[in-house]
Antibody
Framework: EVQLVESGGVVVQPGGSLRLSCAASGFTFDDYTMHWVRQAPGKGLEWVSLISWDGGSTYYADSVKGRFTISRDNSKNSLYLQMNSLRTEDTALYYC?????????????WGQGTLVTVSS | QSALTQPPSVSGSPGQSVTISCTGTSSDVGSYNRVSWYQQPPGTAPKLMIYEVSNRPSGVPDRFSGSKSGNTASLTISGLQAEDEADYYCSSYTSSSTFRYVFGTGTKVTVL
């Protein structure tokens, strides 16, 4: 059974930094592109970032580019999101997600999310 | 980076059909058959309902179907049931050089 478990969400002040983690199990982690998707309270889904199976390719939403860095450790079956220069508008539930099939283009499995609150 | 456009809400009685539209551009929906749909009941994580425009993952009822014409994709729920009440989001791969995916604005489906 595929499991994605996010952690690291806390309350942080504007301008602060935070690192989110996603522990993966139930599939061959290094076969898959991984994603972060966020949802602000009461709002819609927003794709944040992706990293290829080997970490060689990364992409970011314009809203986080230059402030967030996605990474992975295939030896630990883990995905990360380093978040710097946080803004109040980054407040959201952050989900990690994987493709349905290796090399496909949808978010087939999701974690339950970890809540990041940026507030003074 | 603009979101795909969906109607804010649609509603129907049990047994009826409802259709949700998802309008993008020639850089996303219009260029790729990589449109997917997600169901999100309140307080839960999204669930994949349709991928590659019209394919259903294992376990998704065949009441859910997807299609695409030009820059607009659609999700149809036939034989509407009470448990279908949820928010629905579309998503598409995009040809941008910097970002790769975009979501729709979301549609609340209400079963009357």
């Amino acid at each position: 059974e595929v499991q994605l478990v996010e952690s690291g969400g806390v309350v942080v002040q504007p301008g602060g930094s935070l690192r989110l983690s996603c522990a993966a199990s139930g599939f061959t982690f290094d076969d898959y592109t991984m994603h972060w998707v966020r949802q602000a309270p009461g709002k819609g889904l927003e794709w944040v970032s992706l990293i290829s199976w080997d970490g060689g390719s990364t992409y970011y939403a314009d809203s986080v580019k230059g402030r967030f860095t996605i990474s992975r450790d295939n030896s630990k079956n883990s995905l990360y999101l380093q978040m710097n220069s946080l803004r109040t508008e980054d407040t959201a539930l952050y989900y990690c997600a994987k493709d349905l099939y290796s090399g496909s283009y949808e978010f087939g499995y999701w974690g339950q999310g970890t809540l990041v609150t940026v507030s003074s | 980076q603009s979101a795909l456009t969906q109607p804010p809400s649609v509603s129907g009685s049990p047994g009826q059909s409802v259709t949700i539209s998802c309008t993008g551009t020639s850089s996303d929906v219009g260029s790729y058959n990589r449109v997917s749909w997600y169901q999100q009941p309140p307080g839960t994580a999204p669930k994949l309902m349709i991928y590659e425009v019209s394919n259903r993952p294992s376990g998704v009822p065949d009441r859910f179907s997807g299609s695409k014409s030009g820059n607009t994709a659609s999700l149809t729920i036939s034989g509407l049931q009470a448990e279908d009440e949820a928010d629905y989001y579309c998503s598409s791969y995009t040809s941008s050089s910097t970002f790769r995916y975009v979501f729709g604005t979301g549609t609340k489906v209400t079963v009357l």
